[in-house]
């Protein structure tokens, strides 16, 4: 009968180590999500302040006066705390508004694609001819951005990274 208690009480841990970890929050309404090399990351809408003002990990917006941008950082990405979390996208594309096509051809010229210190600082990746991807908005206005994007990246030394899977569900800022 002991024995029997103990499996009962032990059952809930061993149900939730068994669950899809790269599974995406159903509840999170902003998310990063994709697969480097096979790998997965999530990176959830986190906000927080500090003596600089309020951050937060994921944004959309205009990027001065000649560039929308999407922007998604872990949120270790500047503190550092935790050398296997860093991390940080950046897409922009030449236009200051939202895009106006659902699927963008991502091309190194016409925009840009940065991946910055993916899990260690000084893994920078940039997307450069002839190297491609896309990115396709199925949610596209003022009250969410939402899409999958997939693309190829290389560094100066010309290892490439390939981010499969992407999805992001972001409130832009404007």
């Not at 809408?45 to 999407?70: D, M, R, V």
């Not at 972001?170 to 404007?174: F, G, K, Q, T, V």
């Given at each position: ?89 950046s897409f922009r594309f030449n236009v ?35 190297l491609t991807g896309k990115i396709i ?27 499969t899977q992407g999805k992001f569900s ?5």
């Open positions: 009968m002991k024995r029997l208690w103990i499996c009962v009480l032990l059952l809930p841990v061993l149900l939730n180590s068994c669950k899809d970890k790269n599974k995406i929050d159903p509840d999170a309404e902003e998310y990063f999500s994709f697969y480097a090399d096979g790998e997965y990351f999530y990176y959830p809408q986190e906000k927080g302040s500090s003596f600089g003002g309020n951050w937060k990990t994921l944004n959309a917006g205009k990027s001065g006066t000649t560039a929308y941008g999407i922007y998604a950082y872990n949120s270790r990405y500047y503190s550092h705390t935790n050398p296997t979390t860093l991390g940080a996208f200051n508004h939202i895009p106006d096509k659902d699927t963008i051809f991502l091309d190194g010229s016409s925009n840009t694609v940065s991946v910055l210190d993916l899990k260690t600082e000084d893994n920078s990746f940039v997307l450069a001819p002839p908005f199925s949610q596209r206005n003022m009250n969410k951005l939402v899409g999958t994007f997939e693309f190829q990246a290389s560094q100066s030394t010309g290892k490439i990274l390939t981010i972001i409130i832009p800022s404007n």
